[in-house]
Protein backbone atom coordinates (compact mmCIF):
# COMPACT_ATOMS: atom_id res chain seq x y z
CA UNK A 1 0.00 0.00 0.00
CA UNK A 2 2.76 2.45 0.87
CA UNK A 3 4.45 1.92 -2.49
CA UNK A 4 1.27 2.44 -4.29
CA UNK A 5 0.73 5.65 -2.55
CA UNK A 6 4.34 6.96 -3.11
CA UNK A 7 4.25 6.18 -7.01
CA UNK A 8 0.41 8.10 -7.50
CA UNK A 9 2.11 10.81 -5.13
CA UNK A 10 3.97 12.89 -8.26
CA UNK A 11 0.53 12.00 -10.35
CA UNK A 12 -1.55 13.44 -8.35
CA UNK A 13 0.42 16.83 -7.44
CA UNK A 14 1.11 17.02 -11.52
CA UNK A 15 -2.40 16.50 -12.54
CA UNK A 16 -3.33 19.60 -10.14
CA UNK A 17 -0.60 22.39 -11.36
CA UNK A 18 -1.74 21.52 -15.00
CA UNK A 19 -5.58 22.07 -13.68
CA UNK A 20 -4.83 25.73 -12.69
CA UNK A 21 -2.30 25.85 -15.63
CA UNK A 22 -5.58 25.22 -17.97
CA UNK A 23 -7.73 27.33 -15.83
CA UNK A 24 -5.20 30.42 -16.50
CA UNK A 25 -4.70 29.74 -19.73
CA UNK A 26 -8.61 29.66 -20.18
CA UNK A 27 -9.16 33.11 -18.40
CA UNK A 28 -6.20 34.54 -21.03
CA UNK A 29 -8.00 33.49 -23.64
CA UNK A 30 -11.11 35.15 -22.83
CA UNK A 31 -9.44 38.66 -21.98
CA UNK A 32 -8.01 38.13 -25.79
CA UNK A 33 -11.34 37.84 -27.09
CA UNK A 34 -12.73 40.88 -25.62
CA UNK A 35 -13.06 43.85 -27.93
CA UNK A 36 -10.76 46.66 -28.40
CA UNK A 37 -11.85 49.49 -26.89
CA UNK A 38 -9.15 51.70 -28.78
CA UNK A 39 -11.25 55.24 -28.97
CA UNK A 40 -11.68 55.26 -33.17
CA UNK A 41 -10.78 58.70 -34.15
CA UNK A 42 -11.43 60.65 -37.28
CA UNK A 43 -13.14 58.74 -40.23
CA UNK A 44 -11.23 60.67 -43.60
CA UNK A 45 -13.29 60.41 -47.17
CA UNK A 46 -15.10 63.55 -46.28
CA UNK A 47 -13.77 65.87 -48.69
CA UNK A 48 -14.39 69.32 -49.06
CA UNK A 49 -14.72 68.87 -53.18
CA UNK A 50 -18.33 67.65 -51.96
CA UNK A 51 -21.46 67.42 -53.98
CA UNK A 52 -22.67 70.44 -55.10
CA UNK A 53 -25.61 71.91 -52.65
CA UNK A 54 -29.09 74.10 -53.56
CA UNK A 55 -27.70 77.39 -55.12
CA UNK A 56 -26.59 80.20 -53.25
CA UNK A 57 -29.99 81.88 -51.51
CA UNK A 58 -32.17 78.98 -51.90
CA UNK A 59 -33.46 77.12 -48.71
CA UNK A 60 -33.06 73.36 -48.55
CA UNK A 61 -33.91 70.31 -46.86
CA UNK A 62 -32.65 67.82 -49.28
CA UNK A 63 -30.37 65.33 -47.85
CA UNK A 64 -27.86 64.95 -50.25
CA UNK A 65 -27.02 68.95 -49.50
CA UNK A 66 -27.29 68.15 -45.50
CA UNK A 67 -24.82 65.42 -46.26
CA UNK A 68 -22.38 67.47 -48.17
CA UNK A 69 -22.85 70.42 -45.76
CA UNK A 70 -21.83 67.47 -42.81
CA UNK A 71 -18.81 66.49 -44.93
CA UNK A 72 -17.71 70.50 -45.45
CA UNK A 73 -18.55 71.25 -41.79
CA UNK A 74 -16.48 69.02 -40.46
CA UNK A 75 -13.53 69.37 -42.69
CA UNK A 76 -13.46 72.67 -42.05
CA UNK A 77 -15.37 74.67 -39.14
CA UNK A 78 -15.65 71.94 -36.27
CA UNK A 79 -12.39 72.58 -35.40
CA UNK A 80 -13.42 76.07 -33.95
CA UNK A 81 -17.50 75.47 -33.42
CA UNK A 82 -20.17 73.30 -32.34
CA UNK A 83 -24.01 73.53 -32.92
CA UNK A 84 -24.77 73.85 -29.06
CA UNK A 85 -21.76 75.00 -27.36
CA UNK A 86 -19.28 77.27 -27.49
CA UNK A 87 -15.90 75.80 -28.71
CA UNK A 88 -13.10 78.29 -30.01
CA UNK A 89 -15.89 79.88 -31.79
CA UNK A 90 -19.95 81.15 -31.37
CA UNK A 91 -22.60 77.93 -31.52
CA UNK A 92 -24.12 78.06 -34.38
CA UNK A 93 -27.31 76.60 -33.40
CA UNK A 94 -30.35 78.54 -35.56
CA UNK A 95 -27.35 80.63 -37.04
CA UNK A 96 -29.96 81.41 -40.07
CA UNK A 97 -32.28 82.57 -38.09
CA UNK A 98 -29.54 85.19 -36.39
CA UNK A 99 -28.01 85.87 -39.55
CA UNK A 100 -29.32 86.07 -43.67
CA UNK A 101 -27.55 83.34 -45.77
CA UNK A 102 -26.06 87.19 -48.14
CA UNK A 103 -24.94 87.92 -45.11
CA UNK A 104 -23.00 84.24 -44.15
CA UNK A 105 -21.65 84.20 -47.38
CA UNK A 106 -19.33 87.04 -47.13
CA UNK A 107 -18.16 86.66 -43.94
CA UNK A 108 -17.16 83.03 -44.23
CA UNK A 109 -15.06 83.36 -47.28
CA UNK A 110 -13.62 86.52 -45.87
CA UNK A 111 -14.37 87.94 -42.29
CA UNK A 112 -11.90 90.40 -42.00
CA UNK A 113 -13.19 92.11 -45.25
CA UNK A 114 -16.45 91.90 -43.41
CA UNK A 115 -15.20 93.79 -40.36
CA UNK A 116 -13.14 96.25 -41.98
CA UNK A 117 -16.70 97.40 -43.72
CA UNK A 118 -17.72 98.48 -40.19
CA UNK A 119 -20.49 95.72 -40.32
CA UNK A 120 -22.29 96.44 -36.54
CA UNK A 121 -22.45 92.54 -36.10
CA UNK A 122 -19.18 91.85 -37.70
CA UNK A 123 -17.24 94.46 -35.39
CA UNK A 124 -18.97 92.77 -32.96
CA UNK A 125 -18.67 89.41 -32.99
CA UNK A 126 -14.76 90.44 -33.86
CA UNK A 127 -14.27 92.32 -30.17
CA UNK A 128 -16.44 89.42 -28.31
CA UNK A 129 -13.78 86.94 -29.30
CA UNK A 130 -10.90 88.94 -28.37
CA UNK A 131 -10.38 90.34 -31.91
CA UNK A 132 -9.36 86.30 -32.99
CA UNK A 133 -9.31 86.30 -36.68
CA UNK A 134 -11.95 83.69 -38.72
CA UNK A 135 -9.41 81.75 -41.22
CA UNK A 136 -10.96 82.59 -44.70
CA UNK A 137 -12.80 79.65 -46.84
CA UNK A 138 -12.42 79.30 -50.59
CA UNK A 139 -15.41 77.98 -50.41
CA UNK A 140 -18.18 78.18 -53.35
CA UNK A 141 -21.69 80.11 -52.21
CA UNK A 142 -23.54 76.76 -53.05
CA UNK A 143 -20.93 74.68 -50.87
CA UNK A 144 -21.80 77.22 -48.08
CA UNK A 145 -25.13 76.57 -48.56
CA UNK A 146 -25.04 73.48 -47.86
CA UNK A 147 -23.02 74.05 -44.57
CA UNK A 148 -26.30 76.15 -43.24
CA UNK A 149 -28.64 73.32 -44.50
CA UNK A 150 -27.09 70.92 -42.57
CA UNK A 151 -26.95 73.13 -39.42
CA UNK A 152 -30.31 73.86 -39.89
CA UNK A 153 -30.83 70.03 -39.96
CA UNK A 154 -28.99 70.26 -36.77
CA UNK A 155 -30.77 73.18 -35.09
CA UNK A 156 -34.43 71.55 -36.09
CA UNK A 157 -32.86 68.39 -33.36
CA UNK A 158 -33.55 68.74 -29.66
CA UNK A 159 -31.04 70.44 -28.04
CA UNK A 160 -28.64 67.98 -25.89
CA UNK A 161 -27.37 69.46 -22.56
CA UNK A 162 -23.32 69.63 -22.66
CA UNK A 163 -21.76 68.25 -19.35
CA UNK A 164 -19.08 70.16 -18.74
CA UNK A 165 -15.54 68.69 -19.08
CA UNK A 166 -13.62 68.81 -15.37
CA UNK A 167 -10.86 70.36 -16.39
CA UNK A 168 -8.76 72.46 -19.04
CA UNK A 169 -10.26 74.83 -21.10
CA UNK A 170 -13.52 74.74 -23.94
CA UNK A 171 -12.17 72.28 -26.73
CA UNK A 172 -9.25 70.92 -24.55
CA UNK A 173 -11.07 67.82 -23.66
CA UNK A 174 -11.23 66.50 -20.12
CA UNK A 175 -13.88 63.91 -20.51
CA UNK A 176 -13.49 60.55 -18.48
CA UNK A 177 -15.14 57.64 -18.90
CA UNK A 178 -18.10 56.27 -17.16
CA UNK A 179 -18.20 53.46 -14.58
CA UNK A 180 -19.73 50.68 -16.06
CA UNK A 181 -17.81 51.56 -19.50
CA UNK A 182 -16.03 49.28 -21.80
CA UNK A 183 -12.93 50.57 -20.46
CA UNK A 184 -13.16 49.92 -16.76
CA UNK A 185 -14.65 46.59 -17.68
CA UNK A 186 -11.26 45.14 -19.07
CA UNK A 187 -9.47 46.89 -16.15
CA UNK A 188 -11.28 45.13 -13.92
CA UNK A 189 -10.58 42.14 -16.02
CA UNK A 190 -6.96 42.48 -16.32
CA UNK A 191 -6.26 42.83 -12.60
CA UNK A 192 -8.51 39.60 -12.15
CA UNK A 193 -6.17 38.11 -14.37
CA UNK A 194 -3.39 39.57 -12.50
CA UNK A 195 -4.88 37.82 -8.98
CA UNK A 196 -5.16 34.92 -10.96
CA UNK A 197 -1.69 34.38 -11.88
CA UNK A 198 -0.58 35.83 -8.18
CA UNK A 199 -2.88 32.47 -6.78
CA UNK A 200 -1.26 30.48 -9.04
CA UNK A 201 2.26 30.87 -8.20
CA UNK A 202 1.36 30.31 -4.53
CA UNK A 203 -0.53 27.52 -5.15
CA UNK A 204 2.58 26.39 -6.84
CA UNK A 205 4.79 27.05 -4.27
CA UNK A 206 2.73 25.71 -1.47
CA UNK A 207 2.79 22.61 -3.49
CA UNK A 208 6.23 22.64 -3.92
CA UNK A 209 7.09 23.20 0.34
CA UNK A 210 4.33 20.03 0.81
CA UNK A 211 6.21 17.88 -1.75
CA UNK A 212 9.79 18.39 0.01
CA UNK A 213 8.15 17.99 3.83
CA UNK A 214 6.17 14.98 2.72
CA UNK A 215 9.70 13.39 1.43
CA UNK A 216 11.21 14.25 4.73
CA UNK A 217 8.36 12.42 6.46
CA UNK A 218 8.92 9.85 4.42
CA UNK A 219 12.57 9.24 4.62
CA UNK A 220 12.52 9.41 8.62
CA UNK A 221 9.95 5.87 7.89
CA UNK A 222 11.59 2.32 8.80
CA UNK A 223 8.85 0.22 6.61
CA UNK A 224 10.16 1.56 2.88
CA UNK A 225 11.23 -1.01 0.53
CA UNK A 226 14.40 -0.94 -2.13
CA UNK A 227 11.76 0.62 -5.27
CA UNK A 228 10.35 3.07 -2.56
CA UNK A 229 13.86 4.64 -1.39
CA UNK A 230 14.65 4.65 -5.04
CA UNK A 231 11.80 6.51 -5.89
CA UNK A 232 12.10 8.47 -2.83
CA UNK A 233 15.88 9.72 -3.76
CA UNK A 234 15.93 9.41 -7.33
CA UNK A 235 17.13 12.73 -9.20
CA UNK A 236 17.53 14.21 -12.52
CA UNK A 237 21.08 14.39 -14.18
CA UNK A 238 21.09 17.50 -16.00
CA UNK A 239 24.48 16.40 -17.44
CA UNK A 240 23.28 13.83 -19.36
CA UNK A 241 20.67 15.94 -21.11
CA UNK A 242 23.85 18.63 -21.96
CA UNK A 243 26.21 16.37 -23.04
CA UNK A 244 23.47 14.06 -25.36
CA UNK A 245 24.56 14.68 -29.29
CA UNK A 246 20.80 14.93 -29.91
CA UNK A 247 20.17 17.88 -27.95
CA UNK A 248 23.83 19.45 -28.99
CA UNK A 249 22.62 18.94 -32.76
CA UNK A 250 19.31 20.61 -32.37
CA UNK A 251 20.92 23.45 -30.71
CA UNK A 252 23.57 24.04 -33.14
CA UNK A 253 20.93 23.61 -36.21
CA UNK A 254 18.28 25.57 -34.21
CA UNK A 255 21.12 28.37 -33.71
CA UNK A 256 22.44 28.47 -37.64
CA UNK A 257 18.60 28.52 -38.83
CA UNK A 258 18.33 31.63 -36.81
CA UNK A 259 21.39 33.23 -37.78
CA UNK A 260 20.04 32.60 -41.55
CA UNK A 261 16.84 33.73 -41.04
CA UNK A 262 18.01 37.10 -39.65
CA UNK A 263 20.07 37.62 -41.98
CA UNK A 264 17.61 37.31 -44.88
CA UNK A 265 15.23 38.84 -43.42
CA UNK A 266 18.47 42.16 -42.86
CA UNK A 267 18.69 41.57 -46.27
CA UNK A 268 15.25 41.78 -47.55
CA UNK A 269 14.50 45.53 -45.47
CA UNK A 270 17.45 47.25 -46.97
CA UNK A 271 16.29 50.59 -47.58
CA UNK A 272 12.32 49.82 -45.92
CA UNK A 273 11.29 52.24 -43.21
CA UNK A 274 8.37 50.29 -41.72
CA UNK A 275 8.16 51.36 -37.67
CA UNK A 276 10.24 54.51 -38.80
CA UNK A 277 9.39 56.80 -35.76
CA UNK A 278 11.23 60.10 -35.30
CA UNK A 279 11.12 62.85 -32.65
CA UNK A 280 9.81 66.06 -33.66
CA UNK A 281 10.66 69.33 -33.33
CA UNK A 282 6.91 69.62 -31.87
CA UNK A 283 5.30 67.15 -29.60
CA UNK A 284 2.36 67.09 -31.69
CA UNK A 285 0.28 64.31 -30.96
CA UNK A 286 -2.61 62.87 -32.88
CA UNK A 287 -4.18 60.67 -30.78
CA UNK A 288 -5.19 64.00 -29.03
CA UNK A 289 -5.77 65.82 -32.31
CA UNK A 290 -7.72 63.49 -34.54
CA UNK A 291 -8.29 60.89 -31.95
CA UNK A 292 -10.29 62.51 -28.68
CA UNK A 293 -11.24 66.25 -30.27
CA UNK A 294 -12.47 64.24 -33.95
CA UNK A 295 -10.25 67.07 -35.77
CA UNK A 296 -10.65 66.03 -39.42
CA UNK A 297 -7.81 65.25 -41.36
CA UNK A 298 -8.26 67.93 -43.87
CA UNK A 299 -8.51 70.46 -41.90
CA UNK A 300 -4.56 70.12 -41.12
CA UNK A 301 -3.36 68.77 -43.84
CA UNK A 302 -5.76 71.17 -46.67
CA UNK A 303 -4.22 68.94 -49.54
CA UNK A 304 -4.97 65.45 -49.10
CA UNK A 305 -8.02 65.13 -51.48
CA UNK A 306 -6.94 67.66 -54.20
CA UNK A 307 -3.20 67.12 -54.94
CA UNK A 308 -0.57 64.64 -55.68
CA UNK A 309 1.09 65.48 -52.82
CA UNK A 310 0.09 65.56 -48.87
CA UNK A 311 1.12 69.02 -47.37
CA UNK A 312 2.30 69.60 -43.63
CA UNK A 313 0.15 72.05 -41.97
CA UNK A 314 1.90 75.59 -41.84
CA UNK A 315 2.19 77.35 -38.79
CA UNK A 316 -0.71 79.49 -39.47
CA UNK A 317 -3.40 76.78 -39.20
CA UNK A 318 -2.28 75.71 -35.60
CA UNK A 319 -2.79 78.95 -34.89
CA UNK A 320 -6.26 79.01 -35.78
CA UNK A 321 -6.69 77.09 -32.38
CA UNK A 322 -4.11 77.74 -30.46
CA UNK A 323 -3.84 81.83 -30.48
CA UNK A 324 -6.99 80.82 -28.17
CA UNK A 325 -6.15 77.01 -26.95
CA UNK A 326 -2.81 76.16 -24.61
CA UNK A 327 -1.18 79.31 -24.99
CA UNK A 328 1.25 78.37 -22.33
CA UNK A 329 2.36 75.68 -23.59
CA UNK A 330 5.78 75.25 -24.24
CA UNK A 331 5.18 73.29 -27.20
CA UNK A 332 3.03 75.82 -28.59
CA UNK A 333 5.51 78.72 -27.46
CA UNK A 334 7.61 76.23 -29.88
CA UNK A 335 5.05 77.71 -32.66
CA UNK A 336 5.46 81.19 -31.64
CA UNK A 337 9.04 81.27 -32.04
CA UNK A 338 8.91 80.03 -35.48
CA UNK A 339 6.37 82.43 -36.97
CA UNK A 340 8.18 85.55 -35.27
CA UNK A 341 11.60 84.42 -36.83
CA UNK A 342 9.31 84.03 -39.89
CA UNK A 343 10.78 80.14 -40.35
CA UNK A 344 8.84 76.88 -41.37
CA UNK A 345 8.93 74.22 -38.76
CA UNK A 346 11.69 71.87 -39.25
CA UNK A 347 8.60 68.60 -39.19
CA UNK A 348 10.92 65.27 -39.89
CA UNK A 349 9.17 63.23 -42.98
CA UNK A 350 8.10 60.01 -42.01
CA UNK A 351 6.74 58.50 -44.77
CA UNK A 352 8.66 58.94 -48.36
CA UNK A 353 8.44 56.87 -51.70
CA UNK A 354 11.42 56.49 -53.87
CA UNK A 355 11.96 58.82 -56.65
CA UNK A 356 11.83 55.84 -59.23
CA UNK A 357 7.80 55.63 -57.95
CA UNK A 358 5.05 58.29 -59.47
CA UNK A 359 2.17 58.33 -56.67
CA UNK A 360 -0.69 60.49 -56.49
CA UNK A 361 -2.47 61.29 -53.18
CA UNK A 362 -5.78 62.53 -54.52
CA UNK A 363 -5.96 59.47 -57.00
CA UNK A 364 -6.49 57.12 -54.01
CA UNK A 365 -8.18 59.29 -51.61
CA UNK A 366 -10.69 61.61 -53.97
CA UNK A 367 -10.76 58.96 -56.46
CA UNK A 368 -10.72 55.86 -54.67
CA UNK A 369 -12.20 56.97 -51.61
CA UNK A 370 -9.76 55.64 -49.28
CA UNK A 371 -9.31 56.34 -45.69
CA UNK A 372 -6.39 57.77 -43.91
CA UNK A 373 -6.03 54.74 -42.07
CA UNK A 374 -5.69 52.06 -44.94
CA UNK A 375 -2.22 53.29 -45.79
CA UNK A 376 -0.93 55.00 -42.46
CA UNK A 377 -2.69 52.55 -39.96
CA UNK A 378 -4.63 53.87 -36.88
CA UNK A 379 -3.03 57.35 -36.90
CA UNK A 380 -6.04 58.38 -34.45
CA UNK A 381 -4.07 56.07 -31.59
CA UNK A 382 -0.74 57.56 -32.38
CA UNK A 383 1.15 59.72 -29.75
CA UNK A 384 3.85 59.69 -32.00
CA UNK A 385 3.33 59.10 -35.57
CA UNK A 386 5.12 55.91 -36.84
CA UNK A 387 5.23 54.83 -40.44
CA UNK A 388 2.50 51.40 -39.89
CA UNK A 389 2.60 50.07 -43.86
CA UNK A 390 5.51 48.84 -45.59
CA UNK A 391 4.98 50.78 -48.62
CA UNK A 392 7.10 48.59 -50.81
CA UNK A 393 6.61 47.50 -54.16
CA UNK A 394 4.72 43.87 -53.45
CA UNK A 395 2.46 46.09 -50.63
CA UNK A 396 0.78 48.40 -53.20
CA UNK A 397 0.72 46.15 -55.93
CA UNK A 398 -1.54 43.28 -53.34
CA UNK A 399 -3.45 46.04 -52.94
CA UNK A 400 -4.26 46.59 -56.32
CA UNK A 401 -5.41 43.15 -56.68
CA UNK A 402 -7.76 42.88 -54.01
CA UNK A 403 -9.44 46.26 -54.27
CA UNK A 404 -12.85 46.41 -56.59
CA UNK A 405 -12.91 49.82 -58.40
CA UNK A 406 -16.27 52.08 -57.39
CA UNK A 407 -17.29 52.11 -61.33
CA UNK A 408 -20.70 52.92 -60.53
CA UNK A 409 -22.34 55.97 -61.93
CA UNK A 410 -19.22 56.26 -64.14
CA UNK A 411 -19.95 55.85 -68.14
CA UNK A 412 -15.73 55.64 -68.44
CA UNK A 413 -15.69 52.60 -66.76
CA UNK A 414 -19.30 51.12 -68.46
CA UNK A 415 -17.67 49.02 -71.66
CA UNK A 416 -14.74 48.07 -69.58
CA UNK A 417 -16.75 46.55 -67.13
CA UNK A 418 -18.79 44.45 -69.80
CA UNK A 419 -16.29 43.07 -71.13
CA UNK A 420 -14.13 42.43 -67.98
CA UNK A 421 -17.73 40.66 -66.80
CA UNK A 422 -17.78 38.51 -69.89
CA UNK A 423 -14.36 37.42 -69.85
CA UNK A 424 -14.48 36.68 -65.95
CA UNK A 425 -17.69 35.94 -64.76
CA UNK A 426 -17.92 37.03 -60.87
CA UNK A 427 -14.59 38.21 -60.31
CA UNK A 428 -14.55 41.73 -58.88
CA UNK A 429 -13.53 44.65 -61.32
CA UNK A 430 -10.36 45.71 -59.61
CA UNK A 431 -7.70 48.06 -59.83
CA UNK A 432 -5.11 45.64 -61.72
CA UNK A 433 -8.14 45.37 -63.78
CA UNK A 434 -8.08 48.34 -65.11
CA UNK A 435 -4.09 48.03 -65.66
CA UNK A 436 -3.37 48.90 -62.26
CA UNK A 437 -0.47 46.71 -62.18
CA UNK A 438 1.18 47.76 -64.88
CA UNK A 439 4.90 48.68 -64.72
CA UNK A 440 4.22 52.04 -66.87
CA UNK A 441 1.45 52.96 -64.28
CA UNK A 442 3.92 53.77 -61.59
CA UNK A 443 7.09 53.78 -63.46
CA UNK A 444 7.61 56.47 -66.68
Same mark, same amino acid.
Given at each position: MTSIRLRTL??????????FAALDRASAQDVGAAPDVSKEGVAPGATAAAAPAAAAGATTGDAAAIAAGDALFKGNCAQ??????KVVGPALRDISKRRSLAWLIPWIKNSSKVVASGDEYAVKIFNEYQKQQMPSFQLSDAEITSIVSYLDAE?????????????????????????????????? +???? &?? /???? %? *?? !? @????????????????RGRKDLDGRDVEMLEQRTDWTQLYKS? +???? &?? /???? %? *?? !? @???????????????????????????????????INCAYCHTSVYKSKSANIPSANICMNCHSQIK???????KIYRAI??????????IHNLPDLAYFNHSQHTQVGGLECQTCHGPIQNMEVVYQYSALTMGWCINCHRETPLNTKGNGYYDKLVQLHDKA???????????????????HY
Open positions: PHFLLALFLSCHAVNESAKPAVAVTPPTGGKPGEGGETAAPGTEAGAAKY +VDIL &LI /VLVV %V *LI !V @LVVTLVIIANIMKDVLK +VVRG &LA /VGIF %V *LA !V @LYESVQGVMAVGLQQGYQPTQPIAFSHKLHAGEHQTESPEIKQKNQPIQWVRNGAVPFTVSSNGGTECSKC
